[in-house]
Structure formats: structure tokens, C-alpha cells
């Protein structure tokens, strides 16, 4: 095949013109037979199984002797980043850190959750991008007696690191919320930047097919934009002893200069909550995500809104080169002063040499407090009614947010909640605080506990729940969450309008985790602080 390098853009054209055919996402593939080899994309990937000629060969790598046990996976999470002990190449950028997820997924971005009804791969935005795709499934790994386990090892001597996935069944609706077992693994190679995956023991019996999702099951993997990558299997369980390699393109096809902004104001774009009269430095960190210098002149504007939609600050600053995959701060000369209120921090980058202009947009929640006056309300959003989808409108888990105030030495008084009807009857639930000391930046021993009766509370409103004695906040943070037994009658209100805080997580089977749609959705959760000096009546 001639390999004729063309950039992205020249690309995304042909797709639009249908020179070039896009997959589907509407299709419900129940089976397929496999192709031997695929590709290559639009970088110049490609992929061989045991099946094709010239082939990988299936050799399984035992690491679970001189392997880390990844602890903390469970139903619909992840871990945190897991340093490999060596650098990747993945598409045009160099990775040292990697994303475990429980549904059979791995990412070199901090991606939070990818659960399901999964993405079609290639899928640009939703729950993650830039992420290998072995077995992403529906996998479960709690309940009582499951036998899953999950190992991570760097052979230093030949270069690889592996993440194999050990006997991990399906999530099923029956009792003990598991069926099955599935036995993979992941290699990726330093050497040639190669990545193997491998079937060793696989459950085809007991694939759960489901007809209302296209994409129960999907093997592929695809880049940092989501746009490129290649689908190699879906709704198909592979054979036992089976291998895939991808292989890093000997002619790369895209010259790619995408400089865009990384973060604002923290490398996690999480929302964050400062006090009126507070001078605030405000900052994005920038990056040329590409594998070629960016020569030309990168505008960054910051402009930030308030809950209005009105704008309120407005600066730009310009950085005059990025190397490949070079990241530099901005700090904007002014600062930032306002009255109370949500703001919608919004940062734009452009560039005449920039091809990706679809990741140019970002934006950051930050939450002003005026505390000359208690009680003080913490509250991301501003919305007086649900506008999002209702959320665990069915099953038994819950919901919550964290927050972190801006003062010390404050109590947690009471908790509002937007309660929903979800079309049957109510039912009790409890509002739950939580430390920040859980591990993993997740909830920790609980603080309080009150316990929300049926027919206590009128649906479709904000309910107030008050604490039988005020707490003292963490000075770290805390968490306020939505439990519950069953609630098949009513749901958690969610708010869907910009910016969103990406503070929110999910319980399931009595592990948390960050919601699965933390980049789009916000739980409508409102706490109410007091100061124990004005509450006492004196300063």
C-alpha cells in the first residue's frame, strides 16, 4: 500500500465528503466474523491476530507472582494513574502513567469511568478518549466470593508492561451480581511501541447481548481526540489462546500541531470554591499535544461569565512556540474580583498551524462565597429545577459530590437534595457525610448519617434535611451523598447546563467511584455552612 502522509484536516474532509467511510454508531452488530488484520487509520496503525499469517503468536505472561495486585477495582470505576516504570509512544505523544478500568478498558488519560452502554471506537468525547479497549465489557469484580483479580508488572529486562485481568466475570442483575469468568491481557512493548492483547480463557456462554445497546462488548482502541483508531471487535467474545497486536505505523501518516488547553486553574479542572475579596490568579495550563513543533504564535483567551452568561473578565496572552508536546502555564497579568455567585471559567486557544481545533475549548467552574453573613450555602449549581436526566433512578447505590470550602472552622448544618419522580412510589433514602480520607481521593469514615422517611418529603422540589448536631468540616474536604435502599419510585435531580463541576461520584456495590458522567452532568446537592461564632451571637 502506498502510506502517503496527509494531515488531519485533509482527512476530516474526505470523511465529510464520504471519500472515506465513517463507522456507524447505529447499527447493532450481534456477530461478525473477524478479519485476520485490519487498518491502517488515519495515523497509520494496524492490527494482525493469531489467525493472520505472519501473525502474533499467543504466549501468555504469568505476572502474577512478581506482579502488583491492583487493588480498589470494582463494578463501573477505576483506579488512579499507575506509573509503568517506562515511557510509551501511543499515537504522537509519550506516556509514563496509565488508567485501570474495571470494564476491561486502559487509558493514558485520567479518565474517571467508562461504563455502560459503551462507546462505539472510534467515539470523539463522552466518558474518555484515549483509550485502549481489550475487552470493554460489562466485567464486575465485588460481590461475595468473586474470584477477580487484576496484576500489573514492568519486565525491565525486555521492556513491557502487562496488566493481565484474572478470572473476572460479568456484572448480572441476580444474585451474587456475577456470572462467569474472563481471563486477558494487556502488553505493551517499549521497544517498538507495539501493544499485544491476549485471550487466554474466555466466557462466550455467558455474554449478555443485550438488545437496547450496539455495543455490549468492544475491542479496538483509538487517540487522544477520539477520532482515529480502529474497531477490531464488537459484540464478539474472542476464542480461547487468541492474540491481537497493534502495531505503531513504520510511516507515520498525520503531522499533527494541536496546541489546546490542558487544565484551568487545577490539572484536574475541578470546580473550587474562593471568597469574595480574595485577589485570584487566574491560570490555564496550555499543551502541544502533537508530534510536531508549533512554530506559530498561540493565542489564549480567557474569558470568564456569570451565572447569567454575562461576561464578566476578559484577558488573552500569547505563547510564542510549543514544542512537541511541551505544556506551559499562563498566568493572566490581572486578577479576578467579583461579587458572590457560579463563574464559568472559558479558555480558548488558537493558532494558524493548529489542525485540531475541536479540543480549543475549555472550561472550569469557580464558585465565590460571601461569608460577611451566616449560614453560608455551598452550591455548584444555580438551577431551581432538574434539567438533566434523573440519575440511579432504578437498583440500590447512590450519589454525591465533594466539596472543599474556602474557610476553616465551619459546621455542615444541613443538606438540600432536588429529589425526582420517577414515575412510582417514594421510598426513604439517606443523606450521608463523609471524610476525604477514603484513599484514592474518594469518601471515607462517615460523619453523620440521617435517615429521610417516606412520605417526609415532597418530590419534584429541593428537600432540606437538617443535621441532628452540626459538624465540623474537614479541613480537607468532605462528602455529602444521596443512599439508598431501593429507589425504583424517585431519582437524584441532575442539571446538565455549563460549566460543570466534575466533583460528582457514584456508590455501586458499596464501593465509590467518579461518576461515569462527570464531564456533563451535576447532582443537584446544596450544603448549608454556619460559622460557630455568628451562630453564637458574637465576633
Sequence with gaps: MNQTKITLSAMLCLLGSGAISAPSNTEIQTSYQPFAAGGPDAYGYTWADSNEVGGPVFSWIDITIDGTQITGLSDDNSVPMIDMGMNFQYYWAMYSQIKIGSNGWM????????????PQVPTQGGAGDNFLAPYMSDLNFTGTGNPAEAYYYYDSIDNKFIVSFINVPWWSVNSPGFIGSNT???????????????????DQANFNNTANCGFDLEIGFENSTGNIGLEILNETVPADNYAIKISYPDVVLLDIEDPTPAWNQNNENKAAFRLVGEDINLVTNVKNEGNVDTTTDVDVNMTVFDSNNASVYTDMDTIASLMAQ????????????????????????????????????????????????????????TDTISTGQASWNGGTGGVGAFFMPPYDGWQIDSVEMFIVNNGGAGFSYTVAIYD???????????????????????????????????????????????????????????????????QSYELLAGQWSTYRNNNTLEFMIRVNMIDLIFKNGFE
Design 107 to 118: 487509558s493514558f488519560n485520567n479518565v474517571g469511568n467508562i461504563a455502560h452502554c459503551f
Design 184 to 202: 486477558f491481557q494487556v502488553i505493551l512493548d517499549g521497544n517498538d511501541n507495539s501493544i499485544t492483547y491476549q485471550y487466554a480463557d474466555m
Design 326 to 381: 511541551q505544556d506551559v502555564d499562563v498566568n493572566y497579568a490581572s486578577v479576578f474580583n467579583n461579587t458572590a455567585g457560579n463563574y464559568r471559567l472559558r479558555v480558548e486557544t488558537s493558532s494558524s498551524s493548529d489542525i485540531n481545533p475541536s479540543n480549543n475549548i475549555l472550561e472550569t467552574e469557580l464558585v465565590l462565597q460571601d461569608i460577611s453573613n451566616s449560614p453560608d450555602q455551598l452550591s455548584y449549581v
Design 436 to 502: 476525604n480520607e477514603g484513599g484514592n481521593g474518594l469518601p471515607g469514615t462517615l460523619l453523620a448519617a440521617v435517615d429521610v422517611p417516606e412520605g417526609s418529603y415532597t418530590i419534584d422540589n429541593w428537600v432540606l434535611t437538617q443535621l441532628p448536631t452540626p459538624i465540623v468540616a474537614p479541613s480537607n474536604g468532605f462528602y455529602v451523598a444521596w443512599e439508598t435502599v431501593n429507589n425504583a419510585g424517585v431519582a437524584m435531580g441532575t442539571v446538565n447546563t455549563p460549566p460543570i463541576s466534575r
